[in-house]
Each structure stands twice: as C-alpha cells, then as structure tokens.
Nanobody
Framework: QVQLIESGGGLVQAGGSLRLSCAAS????????MGWFRQASGKEREFVAG????????YYADSVKGRFTISRDNAKNTVYLQMNSLRPEDTAVYYC?????????????????WGQGTQVTVSS
C-alpha cells in the first residue's frame, strides 16, 4: 500500500508561483511512475504532468507546458510540481498519483494510488 500526502497549495496572484510536494510512503516509490492531476470545480479531473520512475522522462499537458515542471527525489520519496506564471484557469484541487508501473501515462485509470489533494487558487 502506498500513501500520498500533498502539500504546498494556497492562494497566489496571477503570474505568481507555487511548488507542490507529494510525500509517498512505501518501499516501491523509486520503481513507480508518478503524476499530478487537477480538478476544477464542476469539471472532470485532468492530467497535468507525469514523471517516470527514474525521472528521465516527463510529460506535460499542453495547457501547462513551459510553465510547470515535475521532478522527483527518490531518496526522499517525494515528487514535486513547480508551477510558474500561474493563471486563474489553473485554479483547482491538485492531486498526486502513483501507478504500479515505471512509465509515464496520461490516463487517470492507470494510476492506483491517490492523495487527498491540495487546493490551488489563482486570483486575477
């Protein structure tokens, strides 16, 4: 079993930055691909960014490409999402997810473990 705990959300003005962290329990973190998803009010959950088990491969949604950066520290069992140039449309609950596989995937059903989420609000 893997437990994921997100932190780092909050309220920020448009153009600002936030760094989300996701701390994972369990011994298999270093062999799992990780992802960040988000869900805005009244909308479906959507993929934001993903990273392979080694960190060698990353993938981003078009809407965040060039503004967000996903990274991981396997020694600390932690994955990060650096969010720059934030926009009001980035407002959502952000979820960290882990899958029982090493490769990055986009589909949420491919992820087996989920955190509780952290709210990110970007004011205009």
């Amino acid at each position: 079993q893997v437990q994921l705990i997100e932190s780092g959300g909050g309220l920020v003005q448009a153009g600002g930055s936030l760094r989300l962290s996701c701390a994972a329990s369990g011994r298999t973190f270093s062999s799992q691909a990780m992802g960040w998803f988000r869900q805005a009010s009244g909308k479906e959950r959507e993929f934001v960014a993903g990273i392979s088990w080694s960190g060698g491969t990353t993938y981003y949604a078009d809407s965040v490409k060039g503004r967000f950066t996903i990274s991981r520290d396997n020694a600390k069992n932690t994955v990060y999402l650096q969010m720059n140039s934030l926009r009001p449309e980035d407002t959502a609950v952000y979820y960290c997810a882990a899958r029982k596989g090493m490769a990055v995937v986009v589909a949420s059903y491919e992820y087996h473990y989920w955190g509780q989420g952290t709210q990110v609000t970007v004011s205009s």
